[in-house]
């Protein structure tokens, strides 16, 4: 329910009292319901002018003709109402040009819906739209009594190249799900950077066909880096601790009288610059 008011003047500029107004659904010959209120008293048409000129009327949203009377002429002009805000209910309020609007306030459940009721439209959220100078935008979800400025923070500070955070507060899980059988990725430089698959297996610089349980891809021939550098700062650890059953056959087992036969080496470096060779091959 919206109103619309106006003054009907003269060429001249003079206000014209005693004019007869009437409004029409838009398109048609058919008198609207048109009300002197807020949607509670019904006018009867048609609506003379003041002695200001003025006439005004409510209606409900949409698209209406209006034609005036006066001395013999007729003026006519075409007025579309519509109310942005409206209560649907005691417990919401519709924002939209629709009786189900995109943007639906639910007090009750003090809920804010973005596109309730869409079907292939878009909906979406922006902060800072149309900004022309540099400044901070930012969520903050306040969940506790704990953290009174924020439980969890997703937040940029103004400039072009600042650092975007995902901040977490208290002692439970920052957790990132994906709850049916997709995938989660990481990139960086619009590349994958980090892939953990719906069996659970890491690829690091690889996006799909994970062939183990952590794969490392170094797929550049030309990086000059190695695919695994490990940094022991304790010296009196292992460098790699193997955690498995020795057997025959296993992935482990006791060299007894089998005999290695070398057929490779893996290149290996060790501190102070040393290359060195690992070797590989068969037993029998």
């Given at each position: ?6 003054t ?107 596109g ?15 900004r ?64 953990v ?43 790699i ?19 290695l ?12 610059a ?11």
């Amino acid at each position: 329910m919206q109103s619309h008011k106006n003054t009907l003047l003269t060429r001249g500029g003079e206000v014209v009292a005693g004019a007869s107004v009437y409004v029409y659904d838009g398109g048609t010959a058919v008198e609207a319901t048109i009300y002197s209120d807020n949607g509670s008293t019904v006018i009867t048409q048609p609506i003379a002018t003041t002695d200001d000129g003025e006439f005004e009327f409510w209606a409900a949203d949409g698209q209406y003709d209006i034609s005036i009377a006066y001395g013999g002429d007729t003026e006519s002009y075409e007025v579309t109402l519509f109310d942005p805000i409206r209560g649907g209910s005691t417990t919401d309020i519709k924002i939209g040009p629709s009786a189900s609007p995109a943007l639906f306030l639910d007090v009750s459940a003090n809920q804010l819906q973005v596109g309730k009721g869409l079907s292939t439209e878009a909906a979406s959220i922006e902060i800072g739209t149309g900004r022309t100078g540099d400044g901070f935008a930012g969520i903050d979800a306040i969940t506790d009594a704990s953290y009174t400025n924020y439980a969890w923070s997703l937040r940029r500070a103004g400039g072009a190249n600042t650092n975007t955070q995902l901040l977490h507060r208290g002692t439970g899980e920052l957790e990132i799900s994906a709850l049916d059988a997709g995938s989660v990725t990481l990139s960086t430089n619009s590349t994958t950077a980090l892939t953990v698959d719906s069996s659970q297996n890491i690829g690091i610089g690889i996006a799909s066909s994970i062939a183990a349980k952590t794969h490392i891809d170094q797929s550049s021939t030309t990086a000059a880096i190695p695919v695994l550098y490990l940094d022991q700062a304790d010296i009196s650890e292992e460098m790699i601790e193997f955690n498995t059953t020795i057997g025959t056959g296993n992935a482990i087992e006791a060299i007894g009288a089998k005999t290695l036969t070398t057929t490779h080496f893996i290149k290996v470096t060790l501190p102070g610059a040393l290359t060195r060779y690992i070797p590989v091959g068969t037993i029998a």
